[in-house]
């Protein structure tokens, strides 16, 4: 006779899933292929969810790292990542129609750094080498602008003590995430320019802490994100560093039956570009597997939209009235 599954329960995260910069940047591509039709041109994922960019490439979207792949004069939408100035003027010269779907809160990371670098300071940006967000910003004032990934970077630092410093971190990092960086800056330069606990994007604050609330009352938390996504793989770390055995999965099918053997709590959530239809796929997988009591653990609740770029703001209206 087979035996029925250990019942299990499962809390999921809220929030979870799209924050505000993610869902805009969507929106954008959607309305541009809408009203203007394909081929749309996206430098870069336009987010770091294989399964958006799938249904955006169905839909006609293209996404170039390269602007040399993009035919002059056609449309060009930049990602949620944000873009450097050698990106627009690039853009200009290939006579490029561009529609611009950086996250303001990375557009709020390139205006201070700017403003930092026309104040005369050596600027420190906190992040990871090589990610998109991080090339842009670092575009923004390539003579003074030095990345520091850990506290050593901090003390490797070709600067002298007195030197003016001013901060700016990834968005995508968490207080948490910056905490060792930031003390070493103070020792190291203790007049520096830290950041305002406001530097710090909500949603990557709200996904950590609740997931570190859901690894407490969980044996395993199951993240739904691209292995690509920063923010998803931070989520998997910190619910580990909270305890729990944790996993990135980037939909159902990936969930192992073997996972949940002998567990008796099971979390959820997902990253900040994964659509809500994967973790309701996923809800309904679990409870096949014998995820029989679900509910939610709220740690926070989020009301931030972005105004759409004003070329757009009437397509929307347009759609509205179905005109
Ligand atoms: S995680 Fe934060 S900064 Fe990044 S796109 Fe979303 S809202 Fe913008």
């Known amino acids: 006779m087979q035996q029925e599954p250990t019942p299990k329960s499962l809390l999921v995260a809220s929030p979870r899933g799209f924050c505000a910069g993610v869902s805009y940047a969507i929106e954008i591509v959607d309305l541009v292929l809408d009203h203007y039709g394909p081929p749309v041109y996206v430098r870069h994922e336009i987010v770091h969810n294989r399964h958006v960019c799938e249904r955006l490439r169905a839909r006609g979207a ?43 809160l990375v557009t709020k990371v390139h205006l201070e750094a700017l403003r930092f670098a026309r104040q005369d300071y050596q600027i420190l940006l906190i992040g990871h080498r090589g990610h998109v967000e991080v090339e842009g910003t670092l575009g923004h004032a390539p003579d003074r602008m030095h990345l520091v990934e850990t506290a050593e970077d901090v003390e490797k630092l070709d600067l002298p003590t ?39 994007c909500y949603a990557t604050q709200n996904r950590q802490t609740a997931v570190k609330e859901l690894a407490a009352a969980s044996e395993l938390v199951l993240v739904i994100g691209s292995p690509t996504s920063s923010n998803a793989n931070r989520l998997v770390e910190v619910a580990k560093n909270s305890g729990a055995d944790a996993r990135l999965i980037e939909c159902a099918d990936d969930v192992d039956p073997a996972w949940l053997a002998g567990r008796t709590s099971v979390g959820l959530t997902a990253g ?30 989020e009301n931030v939209t972005f105004a759409l770029p004003p070329e757009l703001r009437d397509k929307k209206v347009c759609e509205a009235r179905s005109c």
């Open 62 to 104: 293209v996404f170039v790292d390269d602007l040399a792949e993009v035919p002059t004069g056609s449309l060009l939408i930049y990602s949620a990542h944000g873009v450097s100035p050698a990106v627009r003027k690039a853009a200009a010269e290939r006579a490029l129609r561009v529609i611009d779907a950086t996250c303001p």
């Open 162 to 200: 007195s030197e003016r410093v001013a901060v700016v971190t990834q968005t995508t990092l968490s207080v948490d995430d910056t905490r060792d960086v930031i003390d070493a800056i103070r020792r190291r330069f203790p007049t520096a320019r830290t950041p305002d606990k406001d530097d710090i």
């Open 272 to 301: 900040a570009s994964t659509p809500e239809s994967l973790v309701q796929e996923t809800i309904e997988r679990l409870r096949r597997l014998g995820c029989t009591q679900v509910g939610d653990l709220e740690t926070a609740r």
